[in-house]
């Protein structure tokens, strides 16, 4: 009968948990733009158009399969995939914590049973597993199969061979999984090689149909992303070594999580080791891949349980000095409670901006393609750096250029050097004379008009972005606006190389100082552009003129804005200016012929 209350008491503490885990992804409900991606292939697959992000064109860019099939099957049923997405993430974030109390069970008495709930507590705590599980991303069923993995090595022999198959479906990283645990399988006991090996092979075999498939149907074993993401170079080991400590800052109690089971390393058992093995080769893994060019931690998650599970192991082990068991699991919980708010408060403001600038980009995505949907309604081509949203939104008819290469085979493959084009994006590959050689009808820009990405950096440099792109401002409410840049018509030059990309960077400094209101500041940087770049840019005048405007001299403004024009006519913003400062002045003919001029590059410039 005692047994039975105390079953009770744990199920309830248990419910508890997992409840507060749900209302916590729910708090931070937002949709990641990199989800949006999946969702067109998954549009595609369901439309009969096979399992592809543009029409006809075969590219695995995506590392998530099993995922893609899964939400198919919903969207099959009529279902909105979106809201699918989101409660299986979550789904699987509530079966991953009850995943770990049964793993972390086998590590304590049953008197003990608080620290069994300990290590779910501290995951549930973690933001970036709540900001992630309600992502729309295959995160947290990732992180559920690992786990389960993990669980099923330990206690069922026989399906965790199954398991870290299906894991690997679900994310490339499942086979370094396996790899763990088929290697501690081989070294852990004699005799034991002779079944490693019989793993493997059922491994191979499980595998199997998904390689040919690959192969026949995209002509490559490996995904694209592979391709456009990684290398091996000391620059990539940077990274990860900088998005290692960062999560050490948030979630890793500055290098102690790795720390303290290193140093009670004798103390441990095999399984506890295990669980170290595993974490410490995934982690190398991290830094050596360079991160993730996603924010808040999503890479660490698949091993954040096993290290959590291990400090309130390590935890136990300290405080074994203390006799009475239910003053030490009480003294363990309250020291582990508030680590699980150190987790919650630590990158609490960093999170939350993270999760803004999102929703952010989203909503940007959002009304871009409503404007492309409403003005283009025919078939064109666009080109930009983050894919997700506006390639979904706009569906069948828009061919998108994934300028960063994720879905384009070519820019993964065949990467554009150029000298002086900063690596400021995890995301450094890019081919912007092959962007260009495919006439996109528009450019889109992850920041406006400002070059942020590599990929956006590169197309400064070709005379033919140069000369045969303006910005077009597209409008909402005659306030708000995105640039796009948009084709003028066919190129007949041919494209040149300016061989000096100090003239970018310069570029992207004053933007970004107009962005913040440092106008005066702008300006003298937007003249160091015009003195180190190009002679063939209106831009650099135009928004010279613009930042006049900010500062109510209209003399100035006049003078850069008419010198814009002189460069290049289709200036968009220059002749919209003009119109303005011939109004104010009663110049009403001038001020008519500058908004002819507007409607004729932009007929449907909103006035």
């Not at 008491?9 to 409900?29: E, K, N, Q, Y």
């Not at 994310?171 to 088929?182: M, N, Q, S, T, Y």
């Not at 979904?392 to 828009?398: I, K, Q, S, W």
Request: with cysteine; aromatic share 14%; hydrophobic share 45%.
């Amino acid at each position: 009968m005692h047994e039975k209350k105390s079953g009770v008491i744990r199920g309830m503490a248990l419910l508890i948990v997992i409840l507060i885990f749900v209302g916590h992804s729910l708090s931070l409900d937002f949709t990641q733009d990199d989800a949006f991606i999946s969702y067109r292939y998954v549009e595609n697959l369901v439309q009969g158009n096979g399992l592809v992000f543009n029409l006809g064109e075969r590219v695995e860019g995506f590392t998530n399969f099993l995922w893609i099939i899964i939400l198919s099957v919903f969207a099959r049923l009529g279902l909105n995939i979106i809201v699918v997405s989101k409660i299986l993430g979550v789904a699987s974030g509530c079966i991953t914590l009850i995943l770990l109390y049964q793993l972390s069970r086998m590590f304590f008495p049953k008197k003990e049973w608080l620290l069994s709930l300990l290590p779910p507590l501290l995951l549930t705590a973690s933001s970036a597993f709540a900001y992630w599980s309600i992502s729309g991303l295959e995160t947290s069923l990732f992180v559920m199969m690992v786990l389960l993995s993990v669980y099923l090595y330990l206690t069922r022999p026989m399906l965790w061979v199954i398991s870290c198959a299906a894991s690997a479906l679900v994310r490339p990283e499942g086979a370094l999984i396996f790899g763990v645990l088929l290697l501690h399988q081989a070294v852990s006991e004699k005799g034991e090689l002779k079944k490693a090996l019989k793993h493997l092979g059922a491994f191979v075999l499980l595998l199997f149909p998904f390689a040919v498939f690959k192969l026949v149907y995209y002509g490559d074993l490996l995904p694209n992303p592979f391709y456009a993401k990684t290398d091996l170079s000391l620059e990539y080991v940077r990274s990860g070594l900088e998005y290692f400590w960062q999560f050490l800052q948030h979630y890793g109690l500055w290098g102690l999580i790795y720390l303290l089971p290193l140093l009670l390393y004798r103390s441990l058992d095999s399984r506890s080791r295990l669980l170290l093995f595993l974490s410490l080769v995934y982690t190398l893994y991290i830094i050596l891949v360079g991160g993730d060019v996603l924010k808040v931690h999503r890479f660490f998650l698949p091993i954040l349980p096993a290290l959590y599970l291990l400090l309130v192991i390590c935890a136990d082990r300290v405080s074994r000095w203390i006799k009475n068991r239910l003053r030490k699991s009480a003294i363990l919980a309250f020291v582990l409670l508030g680590i699980s708010a150190l987790f919650y408060a630590s990158p609490y403001t960093w999170i939350a901006d993270a999760r803004g600038a999102e929703k952010g980009l989203v909503e940007k995505m959002e009304f871009t393609a409503e404007y492309l949907n409403e003005h283009y309604p025919q078939r064109f081509t666009i080109a930009l750096p983050t894919i997700g949203t506006l390639s979904y939104l706009l569906g069948e008819r828009a061919e998108v250029i994934d300028m960063l290469g994720l879905v384009d085979r070519y820019i993964a493959k065949n990467p554009e050097k150029l000298p002086g084009i900063a690596a400021t994006w995890k995301e450094r590959k890019y081919n912007g004379r092959y962007v260009l050689s495919r006439d996109p009808d528009f450019i889109l820009f992850s920041t406006g008009y400002k070059p942020s990405a590599p990929a956006e950096r590169a197309l400064f440099l070709h005379s033919k972005f140069r000369q045969n792109y303006f910005v077009l401002p597209v409008m909402k409410d005659k306030i708000t606006y995105v640039p796009a840049y948009k084709r003028k018509g066919d190129y007949s030059g041919e494209d040149e190389l300016f061989p000096d990309a100090r003239f970018v960077d310069l570029f992207y400094e004053a933007v970004s100082l107009s962005m913040r209101g440092k106008h005066v500041a702008a300006i003298e940087k937007m003249n160091e552009v015009l003195g180190a770049g190009p002679t063939d840019y209106g831009l650099p005048y135009e928004l010279i003129g613009m930042y006049y405007m900010e500062l109510q001299d209209f003399q100035r403004a006049e003078r850069y804005l008419k010198k814009a024009l002189e460069v290049d006519d289709h200036t968009v913003f220059a002749h919209m200016y003009l119109v303005s400062i011939y109004k104010m002045q009663g110049r009403e003919e001038e001020a008519a012929k500058e908004r002819s001029k507007v409607h004729l590059y932009d007929p449907d410039f909103p006035w």
